[in-house]
T-cell receptor
């Protein structure tokens, strides 16, 4: 079964610091990759996604992520964080469906990383 | 376009009762997935429906069930509630192209917070 691992449970930064959140997955086949964010009191929102093509993808609010297939990684980055980036971040994987179709509609999530940004 | 909506937003039930949660997907979206979010287990997949058919199911007991209607709206039901069922239940919808490839982005609703006493 596939799994997703996020390296840090809680990251604390000051405004203007750079951010990198690690995400590794275990799955031997082709996958779609996502980062979602959950701001306090709000629902899960899509930050960015990777299906194919350029492994460096850009998302909303200045976030970007790089897919490194050989390392099974999809790390999230932002050059300069703001106080408003305080939230919980989730990496998620959706394997392309196999012949049995067991991947339909199923996202496997990492355990989440809480980011706290101090002004 | 309106986002994914879920009703009710909050529910309090007692052990042994059953509960039904509702989800309305984004207009035009045909796939609905359900997830359970708890502090201990994180986000776990329950099941997915497409064109009124369950195509995929997670590792939850049979007390958890769902269905989808012809307008793509979905409901999930939990029977014989247990204390451990207290969680945030999230619904997500996606376009799900006719080819059936699961390469679509899921958009999440605000969730239903279920508390079992």
């Amino acid at each position: 079964a596939q799994s997703v691992s996020q390296h840090n449970h809680h990251v604390i930064l000051s405004e203007a610091a750079s951010l990198e959140l690690g995400c590794n997955y275990s799955y031997g086949g082709t996958v779609n990759l996502f980062w979602y964010v959950q701001y306090p009191g709000q629902h899960l929102q899509l930050l960015l996604k990777y299906f194919s093509g350029d492994p460096l993808v850009k998302g909303i609010k200045g976030f970007e992520a790089e897919f490194i297939k050989s390392k099974f990684s999809f790390n999230l980055r932002k050059p300069s964080v703001q106080w408003s980036d305080t939230a919980e971040y989730f990496c998620a994987v959706n394997p392309r469906p196999n012949a049995g179709g067991t991947s339909y509609g199923k996202l496997t999530f990492g355990q989440g990383t809480i980011l706290t940004v101090h002004p | 376009k309106a986002g994914v909506t879920q009703t009710p937003r909050y529910l309090i039930k007692t052990r042994g009762q059953q509960v039904t949660l509702s989800c309305s997907p984004i207009s035009g979206h045909r796939s609905v997935s359900w997830y359970q979010q708890t502090p201990g287990q994180g986000l776990q997949f329950l099941f997915e429906y497409f064109s009124e058919t369950q195509r995929n199911k997670g590792n939850f007991p049979g007390r958890f069930s769902g269905r989808q209607f012809s307008n793509s709206r979905s409901e999930m039901n939990v029977s014989t509630l247990e204390l451990g069922d207290s969680a945030l239940y999230l619904c997500a919808s996606s376009l799900a192209r006719p080819s059936g490839r699961a390469s679509d982005t899921q958009y999440f609703g605000p969730g239903t917070r279920l508390t079992v006493l």
